[in-house]
């Protein structure tokens, strides 16, 4: 019994870290969009950066999580591979992480004044638009599980 505790240790693992990883990254959004706003002040500014900073590592971890479940951990690499479901996945995180590099890089610039002292310049068509992209991010966010579930039952899966 507790041999074959031990062997699923690392599968329990990395599933948690592939779990984790989702609640940081969407944690982070939603801060981020409760806190977006034009000409933030100091601390407002500053939390900004560091949940940005804390959403990329966490987004970093969701993938590593992910590739060590279709390769190691899972139900074998082609139960994934060959499901449409599975590449829609990673198409939708695909997509949330490009769209994410408007916003990080907008908040690497916040840190060069911040730096300095000084408060970042941010227009209200600036916060409308990191508005909108981080509402885009959150609902493509809450699709992915849906595509997983499916995924990891077997649906899509051809024939
Ligand atoms: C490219 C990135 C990703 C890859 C390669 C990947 C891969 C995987 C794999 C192989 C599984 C295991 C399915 C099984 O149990 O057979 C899984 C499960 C899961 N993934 Fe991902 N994933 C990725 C991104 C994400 C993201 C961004 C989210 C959430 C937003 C997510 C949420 C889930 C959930 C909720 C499950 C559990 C499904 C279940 O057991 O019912 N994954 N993922």
Known sequence: MAASVASVLPSAAIAYGHYLSFMVCFGALVLER?????????????????????YGIAALGLLLSGIGRVLHFGQGSAFYTENPLFWWKV?????VGGLSLYPTITY???????????????????????????????????TIPLMATLMARGVGLPG
Do not use: C, H
């Open 91 to 95: 198409g939708v995180y695909l997509a």
């Open 34 to 54: 409760r806190l977006i706003r034009a000409d933030p002040n100091r601390a407002d500014a500053t939390l900004m950066v560091i949940t940005d900073v804390v």
């Open 108 to 142: 690497i610039l916040w840190a060069i004044p911040l730096r300095k002292g000084e408060l970042p310049k941010v227009s209200e068509a600036l916060a409308q638009r990191l508005r909108w992209i981080l509402n885009i991010e959150l609902v493509g966010f809450a």
